[in-house]
Nanobody, 126 residues
Framework: QVQLVESGGGLVQSGGSLRLSCAAA????????IGWFRQAPGKEREGVSC????????LYEDSVKGRFTISRDNAKNTVYLQMNSLKPEDTAVYYC???????????????????WGQGTQVTVSS
């Protein structure tokens, strides 16, 4: 079974930090391109960041660039999203997604990924 389990969400004050983790079960993450997405109430799902299979290519949505960092530790079978300088508008459910397909351009912030976790809530207070 392919499973992705997000953790690390919670309530934090504006300007604070959280580190989200995406742990894999049933497969090895080094075979997968990984994306982080989020969805706030009443809004469409939005691509936040992604990382290529090799880790050499990363992409960020403009509003999080310079504040968020995606990384992967294949030895731990885990992908991380370090979130610094959090803002109330970052409040959303955050999802980890994986796809074994080859991405010629490294990764994608579009949400056509095959496998998804259940999400973890991030709430940033003002």
């Amino acid at each position: 079974q392919v499973q992705l389990v997000e953790s690390g969400g919670g309530l934090v004050q504006s300007g604070g930090s959280l580190r989200l983790s995406c742990a894999a079960a049933g497969f090895t993450l080094d075979d997968y391109t990984i994306g982080w997405f989020r969805q706030a109430p009443g809004k469409e799902r939005e691509g936040v960041s992604c990382i290529s299979r090799s880790g050499s290519i990363t992409l960020y949505e403009d509003s999080v660039k310079g504040r968020f960092t995606i990384s992967r530790d294949n030895a731990k079978n885990t992908v991380y999203l370090q979130m610094n300088s959090l803002k109330p508008e970052d409040t959303a459910v955050y999802y980890c997604a994986a796809d074994q397909a080859y991405f010629p351009n490294g990764c994608s912030l579009m949400f056509a990924y095959d496998d998804w976790g259940q999400g973890t809530q991030v709430t940033v207070s003002s």
